[in-house]
């Protein structure tokens, strides 16, 4: 179970735990589970209800199972089991052992189904789907009994059972739970628990033809597997009367309580499987993997640690009512961790040559150079130093701004690790003006980074020796979308995708220390970010890395350029 080192959380749901601890409501037993349905790729949204249930769970002595909510055969895949499986392995959890599935359970909910009917609180109704919507009436209208609501418990079984055995087709029938068409809660108005549907299932075949509906299903999974407290959120609050209905009808032992939280929601991206299918479909993104995706497996491969993530998750803590969470915050976990352990290494992004005229052409030093300020036991590794260098294109100007303290003309500045300086010369593209070299000169006796005379410099810069560094593709990531609430947009969501979500560089330039780095590993570019090598792309041959994160949060400032 993974160990999250700060002060145990508090609020509303574990004040009900703590509660029926007092109480003794479970005999002083936590056990939760996580169920997802396998039809796409975990997100950060499930991330906030994983870390919420193993949590709860290793708080409280309990367990937490891994539950494959897989009742509807349309779009559920063993590919997606397989992503789950990984995903809540990375986020540092152990289910121990219990990895259930809800298709399991198949024969077991039929049974309860047919208990149902034979004590006359189910029935076969004959209805079309549009007339049982009709009879369902609204929320200030009750809803009209089914003409089949009567029907004999023995035609009832009789039906049903013929509707197991495929004798029907898909629509034809359903089953319905006999509760209360004029209840004022419409989930109670005899809703279905069985249908018809006629698909192949990824791990049960063509061995079923008809299908429980999601409340008939996970209120039994959960009593079976003998959960005691069913955390979901809070679009399920209608449905609890229904979860405690079934299994109240059912006399059954194990009866977990359901309690809803709200779901989180991020902005400038969208939490919604839907939504994420549709783009990967669409080809909008790469795959589920694609790092601008807020997927565990786009997060992952762009960068962030689990140890990010499931800090991010407590901070936000759960409560009772919707909100829309600042990416800000789930960037500034990210880089609260990689701070303490990212090595810091040199890389230009955007190279500018720029050569030390009175530096010996056939000369070259090593500067020892520690991983990380802070923490020694990174050690330390050479980085080459030469005449010709290259410098990030930005950090050089030739006709600077009052602000701009960097390079330029006549000005000296100070070489990250090493030495001081001065800009003498340009050369320039004749046909363009752009300025394709720089000509320096240095002072010997600045090696320190300090010079003897005590003369300061306004700036450092950060560089590569060009023979000796690697190249490398470098990809820069902007917001998903370009509005904070994709959703609550008009019209289609995708229409909001920012067009500049991905800026790839393929020509920098990294210090040689990085040329056997292992797919995964991550890094500070010193002045750049957090950079991880992509885990798919890279290769030793060729360089490619993924920006995690900048160094500082760049998001307020861009909403503010927005609103100009
Ligand atoms: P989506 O809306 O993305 O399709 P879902 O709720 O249909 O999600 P499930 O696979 O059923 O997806 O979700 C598994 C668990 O994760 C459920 O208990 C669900 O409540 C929880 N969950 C899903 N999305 C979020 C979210 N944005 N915030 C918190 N919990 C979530
Ligand atoms: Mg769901």
Known sequence: ??????????????????????????????????????????????????????????????????????????????????????????????????????????????QYAVQLIKEGKAYVCSLSADEIREHRGTLTEPGKESLYRNRSIEENFDL???????????????????????????????????????????????????????????????????????????????????????LDQLKLDAHPQQIEFARLNLNYTVLSKRRLIELVGKGSVTGWDDPRMPTIAGMRRRGYTPEAIRNFCERIGVAKNDSLIDMALLEHCVREDLNERAPRVLGVLRPLRLVIDNYPEDQAEEFDSPYHPQNPELGSRKVPFSRTLYIEREDFMENPPK??????????????????????????????????????????????GFAPDGRKVDATIHWVSAEHSVPAEVRLYDRFFKVANPMGEEGDFTKYLNPKSLERIDSCR???????????????????????????????????FNRIVPLRDSWGKMTGQENK
């Not at 999250?4 to 004040?15: A, H, K, L, V, Y």
């Not at 363009?432 to 010997?444: A, L, Q």
Request: hydrophobic share 30%; charged share 25%.
């Open 160 to 246: 049903f059972n013929r509707m197991r055995a495929g004798e029907f087709e898909d629509g034809t029938h359903v089953l319905r739970a006999r509760i209360d068409m004029v209840s004022p809660n419409i989930v109670m108005r005899d809703p279905v628990i069985y249908r018809i549907k006629r698909a192949h299932h990824y791990r049960t075949g063509t061995k079923w033809c008809i299908y429980p509906m999601y409340d008939f299903a996970h209120c039994l999974s959960d009593s079976i597997e003998k959960i005691t407290h069913s955390i979901c959120t809070l679009e399920f609050e209608n449905n609890r009367p229904l979860y405690d209905w079934i």
């Open 1 to 110: 179970m993974a160990q999250i080192n700060s002060p145990t959380p508090s609020d509303f749901i574990r004040d009900i735990i703590d509660e029926h601890m007092k109480t003794s409501r479970f005999h002083g037993c936590v056990a939760t589970r996580f169920p997802p349905e396998p039809n796409g790729y975990l997100h950060i949204g499930h991330a906030k209800s994983v870390c919420l249930n193993f949590g709860i769970a290793a708080q409280y002595g309990g367990t937490c199972n891994l539950r494959m909510d897989d009742t509807d055969p349309s779009g559920e895949t063993q590919e997606y089991v397989d992503s789950i499986i990984r995903d809540v392995k990375w986020l540092g959890f152990d289910w121990e052992g219990r990895l259930y599935y809800a298709s399991d359970y198949y024969e077991q909910l039929y």
């Open 510 to 544: 990294l210090e040689p220390s990085l040329k056997g780095a292992a797919p995964g590993s991550r890094y500070q570019f010193e002045r750049l970010g957090y950079f991880c090598v992509d885990p798919i792309d890279s290769s030793p041959g060729k360089l490619a």
């Open 403 to 448: 602000k701009f303290y960097r390079l330029a003309p006549g000005r000296e500045v100070r070489l990250r690790y090493g030495y001081f300086i001065k800009c003498v010369d340009v050369l320039k593209d004749p046909k363009t003006g752009e300025v394709v070299e720089v000509h320096c000169t240095y002072d010997p006796e600045t090696r320190s």
